[in-house]
């Protein structure tokens, strides 16, 4: 796919909402690749259908030439998924978090992005200390 046709394709199938300065950006990818990213955040054991949208797009971008990094965060986990709760949210422990970003990393990887980063692993002080 050329990256004069990769916006039109992407929102042909879905996966662009809005784009601030949709030139710019058609300029910018006929430049040469770019990196990019997505964060994903740890509140479960593993990678649910909400996170395949982003990866879809990602990888779109890798098969265009581009640089895609998927990002699974590590402080973020800490506190659980914010998602339908009346309740005050349990806190999770720093374990618990980094097995999950090691196992949503280990799913982004099979999705063939090639550069998975992981803030727990990178940088352990994101998670120290905040955990009760």
Not at 19 to 29: F, G, I, P, S, Y
């Amino acid at each position: 796919m050329a990256s004069s046709n990769l916006i039109k394709q992407l929102q042909e199938r879905g996966l662009i909402a809005q784009v601030t300065d949709e030139q710019a950006l058609a300029e910018r990818l006929a430049q040469g690749p770019i990196a990019l990213y997505c964060g994903f955040d740890p509140t479960a054991d593993s990678l649910h259908l909400g996170h395949l949208v982003p990866l879809l797009c990602l990888k779109r971008f890798q098969l265009d030439g581009h640089k895609p990094v998927a990002l699974v965060g590590g402080a973020t986990g800490l506190i659980g998924d914010p998602s339908f709760k009346a309740t005050e949210r349990k806190l999770n422990t720093n374990e618990t978090v980094n097995e999950w970003v090691e196992k949503s990393a280990s799913k982004c990887r099979l999705s063939l992005i090639s550069t998975v980063a992981t803030t727990a692993r990178s940088l352990p002080t994101t998670t120290t200390g905040l955990a009760a």
